[in-house]
């Protein structure tokens, strides 16, 4: 019995040896690409949505250190400004502002979008990236289900409402943050609120694929103007997404070398925002810095199209 549990005890500290000894290989591996990007932002103005942590964060970080003058569109306004300041203090760039959002409400995103176009004159880059993920069922005060209106409706609005700015400030890209699970996603046009069924990690894949499609159908909806939109896969990255799962969010702080860094997670955010060979790229979806796979519901126009003709009519705007 001793020989046994002697043997048991050696292949454990095999095991543990080795997999300190691959860790550095796999961090490498994991870390995916890195935007090689040095193009400057002097004088360019950027939207960030939910830029104050994970890679929304890193994200305006790179843009502020480029230069740019950085709004910070966020639903905590506490947290935002903690982190304006920081990044102002990191980068010695004092045009980084907080300003309020809750892309759960529709009247916050219209007033934000007011203030936005009194405030600014010009708008070159929007990243449209805040997020929820496993949310437990519940309706925004315009009655959306919130994985729908957060990730994906608000997004739609605010980017209508800040589109005339975009192509009057031309040349300008928009980058809208998806995620893989967009391959497990269906637009279920019959039960696009969770009504009838609802499942919340196929609410978060269905509203990443609605990501997708938005990006398809808008880039169509562009084409003849000097403004490009792509969708971006961040990869595994630790950040306070997984808030909702109390077994995800141990595991993210539990074995963090698993995972991504918000600053590998914001690479290709970046990267589809100032690298000079995607100046005319768009309609595409890309990971790691480079095109990735997008799934075969992501690619189906019929779909894009009735998708955009149904969100102008939850929203109750016309957009052409």
């Known amino acids: 019995m001793l ?7 050696a292949l454990f500290v095999s095991v543990l040896l080795l997999v300190f000894a691959a860790a550095p290989y796999y961090r490498k591996y994991i870390a995916g690409g890195v935007c090689k990007s040095t193009a400057k932002l002097n004088g360019k103005v950027v939207v960030i949505t939910g830029a104050n942590a994970g890679i929304g964060k890193e994200t305006a970080k790179d843009f502020a250190g480029r230069g740019a003058r950085v709004i910070l569109a966020c639903r905590d306004m506490a947290k935002a400004e903690t982190a304006a300041c920081e990044i102002r203090s990191k980068t010695g760039n004092q045009q980084v502002i907080a300003r309020k959002l809750d892309l759960a409400n529709t009247k916050s995103i219209r007033e934000f979008a007011e203030n936005f176009l009194k405030e600014e004159k010009e708008l070159h880059i929007l990243i449209n990236n805040a997020g929820v993920m496993l949310h437990p069922y519940s309706k925004t005060a315009d009655g959306f289900e919130m994985h729908f209106s957060v990730n ?36 279920r046009f019959h039960d696009l609120q969770g009504e009838k069924c ?7 894949c269905h509203s990443k694929l609605a990501n997708i499609l938005f990006t398809r159908e808008l880039a169509r909806r562009l084409q003849g103007t000097d403004i490009t939109v792509n969708a971006v896969y961040p990869g595994i990255v630790s950040t306070e997404l997984t808030r909702h799962s109390p077994v995800l969010d141990t595991l993210r702080k539990s074995v963090p ?7 590998e997670g914001a690479q290709t955010s970046v990267y589809c925002a100032v690298a000079e060979e995607l100046e005319s790229v768009t309609g595409k979806y890309f990971s790691d810095c480079k095109p990735a796979y997008v799934s075969p519901q992501g690619r189906n126009d019929e779909t894009a199209k009735q998708l955009w003709t149904v969100s102008c009519e939850l929203l109750g705007i016309q957009w052409g």
């Open 257 to 263: 070398f698993l995972l991504k860094t918000p600053p």
């Open 3 to 9: 020989a046994f549990w002697g043997s048991v005890l």
């Open 152 to 187: 994906y409706l608000g997004h739609f609005l605010l980017t209508f409402l800040l589109l005339e700015r975009l192509k009057q400030s031309a040349p300008g890209r928009i980058v809208n943050v998806s995620s893989l699970a967009h391959h497990g996603g269906r637009i």
């Open 198 to 204: 609802y499942n919340r990690a196929l609410a978060y």
